[in-house]
């Protein structure tokens, strides 16, 4: 008896569920400034693909080219060499004398 109740319990409790997630996307937007707020979204979102700046000024892309410029000078980095990208390292093993070897000359 305490089980049937119990289950009964999770049915209605999922079925309330299901019923709030259905309605919450059915619901459209009636609120003016919510609507301008997703419209804006969805407009930066077409705008910023591919990951460019979203409406640069000239002297926006001018002060990232001479940013880019200097991480260049000062990074090492040159024509061809992408400053985005992570750098890859290449460490080399040192060669050690054996201690064995010392401590037999002594």
Do not use: C, H, W
Request: aromatic residues 6%; positive net charge; charged residues 30%.
């Amino acid at each position: 008896m305490l089980t049937s109740s119990l289950f009964g319990g999770l049915r209605a409790a999922r079925t309330s569920v299901m019923v709030t997630r259905n309605l919450a996307a059915a619901q459209k937007v009636n609120d003016p400034i919510q609507q301008l707020f997703l419209d804006k979204i969805r407009e930066y979102k077409q705008k910023s693909a591919g990951g460019k700046l979203v409406d640069p000024s000239p002297a926006i892309e001018k002060e990232l080219k001479t940013e880019m410029e200097k991480l260049e000078r000062q990074f090492g980095g040159g024509k061809g060499v992408d400053m985005t990208s992570f750098p890859s390292f290449n460490f080399q093993e040192p060669t050690l004398d054996p201690i064995d070897e010392q401590a037999q000359k002594k």
